[in-house]
């Protein structure tokens, strides 16, 4: 959209009416895609019209069949002469011709979409956008466009894959969320030739106002045979000969649909510089694909040269529908020799709580493979900025290139260590490589990564528990966390009294994870340096954020650095976060670098640029009908690892938050937390961190389980730390559907068998031979002993049960989940029965002007907590632009029985105004409906890290409601964290 017209734009959008009801036509015979619109099909679909301010008619129809939708548009134009119409070439600037915007997104809720803006010559731009970033490198393949020009109108006809649509959500589940009217749209008419240069046809208030896009309805595709998933795509050099360069393309394909099929599987690799896309590189085959089974493919292509390429995989049936795509930017580079350090692995350094008397090196080449086994090769090691090696050694080129190699080193002070090899491999040539490792001095609190992928700190390896949000604040009494992810930069520690209050904090235990910029570079999307984080970092900000890290190298309270929350939709420029990261191994190597994934995609992008990895999981927590698979926690992790690699450590997110997409939300069950903690610790998870901890006091079953599954998993820590892994073959119906991990310990084996399903499943475990006469017992259960025969057990699972057994008599005592279940319902009947329940179970109604949207995704009966207190979390945002009033508040059915109101602000709330223009007043009212001011007993002050940290306490005596009403002049209206009402 040409910039000049967006004043227009915006003032027409507000005067455009909503759009009438659009349905696309199902049809069972394509229509010829020449760009006249002459086909029966067209003329049966019913056109939907939009106007610009001159009465200028642009016209449109959908249809759709089972794999593909169309688009028919008719630009009726009556200056048809002078009309712009230049630009000839894919995914340039076509907005700047007579054009039409066509803005497409498949899943209600998403912020994955894409755009297409076709002119009059048929010339196309077409990108996959995220939040506000449009995805370079992303082409709609498969699609058919062609136009015509009449001397009234012309059209635009268009053939769109739905399974090429669907590639712009990144993930399964989200494109198993995909129905029929699930799907939104906006067109944009683009018109020089008179005064309005461009009109929408939703009213919005810019082309990103998803929520104002207009509902397209009956795109019935056959969207379950489009549930592939494409994981790990990867491309490898290969040795080149003359002018051909070979590659593989390697990665694997899941079939999540319900039936076997044979698909083609077709990948191709076109030159970035190549705008048409004329010049592919395509290899195919044919497979059958069972139900359930990922299968790998590895594919050779021929190429002419290095460089840039843009990777396709498109997975086909055999009338050549489209049922999957993905693409991804490769990069194809050769190199003559290059040296790596594989051990010590945890950034090529060595730490003073580590052991390591050698290095293992790895030499390559991309090219030297003829070379005499006679060529002899040196190796040496050099202190930083010294010319005489201090240590050497001398073999065959060959031998050093066979196998990774191993250098004995003697004790070496801290430092920077250089390591090169040379060797003569021709007459006239000398190859040459080099790499570094450092050796760290000692220091409090180090933290690294070891060989097995265990996190250790202080010389011993940990198993970390953590939690999004306080959990200490909101369970006081109970096992604390190891450490917080906060979402805000890390106070500045030149501060006296923000040092001494965090040496409080280490004292007690508390540990931190924050973002390593300074506040004004805060690169999330909430902070205000996020315009920064589309590129690398400039010097002058690199110098800010290295003097801050610097101030934490031995800080306790730090458990490491938070580089970014889900890169895929941060919108972070990987640039961004690999500047980042080399500048956290620079300035504080004591604290590793961690980051979010949710998908292989991100993993494989960013995975990289972190030395932890966690892993967000949003479960459908139905009330009615089944769950969302559990499992797909586990699928997520597996896909998350293949992008990292086999060496960084996953921690486990698990969800305390309700959610439910399309449907009633809620908020987990015991059983359902339980179940996702052991299924990740049964895939290998290395840590388990409680996301939205806060939410634990919003639910009975959480307030009395979650601490209880904390002490488990602290109780089991060193089963969880074990390297020595046992292998079980398991047998039966179910054995696909239930996960089982075994691990010795001093001797003794620890199962955890966990069925994520909502249904009762049964498998045969069966034992290693050494291990058939171990004695097992079971942990935590009431259920039926096991039926054992010899070295086989048969076991019976509940739906979402987990049973652990163990041979070790000192193993630790566990509460069967029962136990607590019963404990659930014995306060439940307490609360009822005296009357000491939460209000929201009693009526108590939350007050709040339009300025707020109201959170809906919970059950009134769901937000609530024991011991009689009232919570409720604020989620949406506020409307800056609305005028009135603002205010929130509570009303209570029974204020006589409240002793004290608190209102808090969370200080990671967003931003804050100054004090000065943070105003407010507490406003009481009884059965009459008004309301008057009330005094407080709170204060208002300004924390170290320049957020607010706000707490209101007062006492309503009879007053039946009250309410806060904000008078501030700043345009950022504050959200209240949680309001409590103490009986």
């Known amino acids: ?24 036509r199902r049809i069972t015979s394509s229509p010829r895609i020449d760009g006249l619109l002459g086909d029966d099909a067209w003329q049966q679909a019913k056109a939907t019209e939009f106007l610009s301010q001159e009465q200028i008619r642009t016209e449109f129809r959908f249809l759709h069949d089972e794999h593909n939708l169309y688009l028919g548009i008719t630009c009726h134009e009556p200056a048809i002469k002078d009309m712009r119409a230049k630009v000839t070439r ?24 894409l755009q297409l803006i076709v002119n009059s010559l048929g010339t196309v731009y077409d990108t996959r956008i995220v939040g ?25 006809e268009m053939r769109m894959p739905i399974a090429a649509l669907l590639s712009v959500l990144d993930t399964l589940p989200l494109r198993k969320a995909v129905t029929a009217d699930s799907w939104s749209f906006n067109l944009v008419r683009n018109r020089y030739s008179g005064k309005q240069k461009s009109w929408p046809y939703a009213a919005v208030s810019h082309w ?64 970035a510089q190549d705008e048409k896309g004329t010049e592919s590189f395509t290899t195919s085959e044919t497979v059958f694909i069972d139900r359930g089974q990922v299968f790998n493919f590895q594919h050779s292509v021929q190429l002419p040269a290095p460089g840039e390429y843009r990777c396709s995989l498109v997975l086909a ?34 730490y003073s709580t580590q052991k390591c008397p050698e290095l293992i090196l790895a030499l390559k080449s991309d090219v030297l493979t003829d070379v005499a086994d006679s060529v002899q090769a040196e190796f040496c090691i050099f202190g930083d900025g010294e010319q005489a090696p201090l240590l050497k050694k001398t073999a065959s080129f060959n031998e050093f290139m066979r196998q990774p190699f191993t250098v004995a080193i003697p004790a070496l002070p801290p430092g920077t260590y250089h390591c090169r090899i040379t060797a003569q491999v021709s007459e006239n040539h000398t190859a040459s490589a080099q790499t570094a490792f450092t050796v760290h001095a000692p220091a409090p609190f180090e933290t690294w990564v070891n060989e097995h992928g265990r996190i250790v700190r202080n010389g011993q390896p940990v198993f970390p528990i953590g939690s999004y949000a306080d959990y200490w604040r909101f369970l006081p009494d109970s096992d604390p966390v190891d450490f917080i992810v906060c979402y805000a930069p890390a106070p500045d520690l030149g501060n006296d009294a923000t040092r001494r209050k965090l040496e409080q904090y280490e004292k007690a235990g508390r540990q931190y994870l924050w973002y390593p910029e300074t506040k004004e570079l805060w690169s999330h999307p909430e902070g205000s340096g996020k315009a920064l984080a589309m590129r690398p970092i400039p010097p002058e900000n690199a110098a800010k954020i290295k003097e801050r890290l ?70 459908g927590y139905h009330v009615d009908g089944r769950n969302q698979p559990l499992e797909n926690l586990a699928l997520m992790l597996n896909d998350t690892r293949k992008g990292l690699g086999p060496r960084k450590p996953i921690l486990s997110a698990i969800p305390m938050f309700p959610y439910a997409p399309n449907r009633t939300p809620r908020y987990p069950t015991y059983l359902e937390s339980r179940c ?9 998870a290395q ?19 979650i601490p209880l599954i904390t002490r488990e998993i602290r109780a089991l820590g060193e089963v969880w730390l074990s390297t020595e892994e046992v292998a079980l073959q398991l047998s039966g119906r179910d054995a696909d559907a239930v996960y089982v991990s075994a691990k010795m310990l001093r001797g003794e084996i620890y199962i955890t068998a966990v069925n994520p399903h909502d249904r009762k499943i049964s498998v045969e475990i069966s034992l290693p031979a050494d291990l058939a006469a171990a004695r097992l017992h079971e942990l935590a259960s009431t259920a039926p002993p096991v039926k054992r025969n010899g070295g086989k057990l048969s076991v019976a699972f509940e739906p979402l049960q987990v049973r652990l057994f163990s041979s070790d008599p000192a193993a630790p005592n566990l509460v069967a989940p029962e136990t607590i279940l019963a404990e659930v319902r014995k306060q439940q009947g307490q609360f009822e029965s005296s009357g000491n329940l939460c209000y929201f179970t009693r009526g108590t109604r939350l007050l709040f002007s339009e300025h707020y949207n109201k959170d809906m995704r919970v059950p009134a009966h769901q937000q609530c907590l024991i011991d009689g207190m009232l919570v409720k979390y604020f989620h949406g945002v506020p409307n800056k632009y609305m005028a009135g009033e603002k205010y929130l508040g509570v009303e209570f059915p029974e204020p006589e029985n409240i002793s004290r109101v608190c209102i808090s602000w969370d200080p990671i709330n967003g931003a804050v105004p100054p004090d000065e223009e943070l105003l407010f007043r507490l406003e009481g009212g009884g059965a009459d409906g008004s309301f008057r001011p009330i005094t407080i007993d709170g204060k208002s002050q300004r924390r170290d890290n320049g957020f607010l940290d706000c707490t209101l306490t007062f006492k309503p005596a009879k007053l039946k409601k009250f309410r806060i009403v904000f008078t501030g002049k700043h345009p950022i209206l504050p959200q209240p964290s949680e309001i409590q009402a103490f009986q």
């Open 550 to 619: 610097r101030q934490y190298r031995h800080a306790g309270f730090l458990s490491g650095w938070y580089v970014v929350d889900e890169p895929s939709t941060s919108k972070i420029s990987p640039l961004y976060t690999q500047d980042m990261y080399r500048l956290i191994q620079e300035a504080d190597p004591y604290h590793p670098a961690t980051m979010v994934f949710n998908a292989v995609g991100p993993a494989l992008l960013y995975g990289g640029y972190c030395d932890i990895a966690f892993i967000d999981f949003f479960p």
């Open 90 to 113: 894919r995914d340039l600037n076509v907005y700047s011709d007579d054009s039409v915007e066509i803005f497409l997104n498949p899943a209600k809720g998403s912020e994955q979409y």
């Open 687 to 705: 840590g388990i961190i409680w996301n939205s901890s806060h939410h634990i006091r919003c639910d009975l079953e959480n307030y009395i389980g």
């Open 208 to 271: 990103l106002d998803l929520g104002n896009y207009q509902p397209l309805q009956g795109v019935a595709a056959a969207y379950d045979r489009m549930y592939w998933g494409v994981n790990g795509l990867s491309l490898i050099s290969l040795q080149p000969r003359e002018n051909v360069h070979p590659v593989e393309i390697r990665g694997s394909i899941d079939n999540c649909t319900a039936a076997g099929k044979i698909i083609k599987i077709i990948s191709s690799l076109v030159p």
């Open 132 to 156: 506000q970033t449009r995805i370079p490198g992303w082409d709609l393949i498969g699609l058919e466009v062609k136009t015509s020009v009449g001397d009234q109108a012309w059209n635009i």
């Open 1 to 24: 959209m040409h910039k000049t017209s967006l004043l227009l734009f915006l003032l027409f959008c507000l005067l455009q009416p909503l759009g009438a009801e659009v349905l696309c």
């Open 317 to 350: 049936d055999a009338q050549d529908n489209m049922l999957g795509l993905v693409q991804t930017p490769m990069l194809v580079h050769y190199e003559e020799l290059s040296l790596k350090v594989l051990e010590p692995g945890y950034r090529s350094a060595i």
């Open 676 to 684: 996702l903690v052991f299924l990740s610790l049964a895939c290998g």
